[in-house]
């Protein structure tokens, strides 16, 4: 499983360089992965991104109403 941690961590690493990192050879490592692929044990590849830093993006404003009503029979006045 050697081979799924370091693509967790990037998964834009170049076969190369993955295969020295596990003592395969590219070949090897690009079946390992395709075998991962296909068993569902990698299911995608996804980026993550900063929006703050996106020009002409507009973000996310939400209004949100919270209403509580407490629990009744648990109140002691004094």
């Given at each position: 499983?050697?081979?799924?941690?370091?693509?967790?961590?990037?998964?834009?690493?170049?076969?190369?360089?993955l295969?020295?990192?596990?003592?395969?050879?590219a070949?090897?490592?690009?079946?390992?992965?395709?075998?991962?692929e296909?068993?569902?044990?990698?299911?995608?590849?996804?980026?993550?991104?900063?929006?703050?830093?996106?020009?002409?993006?507009p973000?996310?404003?939400?209004?949100?109403?919270?209403?509580?009503?407490p629990?009744?029979?648990?109140l002691?006045?004094?």
């Open positions: 499983m050697e081979i799924v941690e370091i693509l967790e961590k990037d998964s834009r690493i170049a076969i190369n360089d295969a020295k990192m596990v003592g395969l050879t070949e090897e490592t690009e079946q390992s992965i395709k075998k991962l296909d068993n569902k044990i990698i299911v995608k590849y996804i980026s993550i991104v900063d929006w703050t830093k996106v020009e002409e993006h973000g996310v404003r939400a209004m949100i109403d919270v209403k509580v009503t629990k009744r029979g648990n002691s006045f004094q």
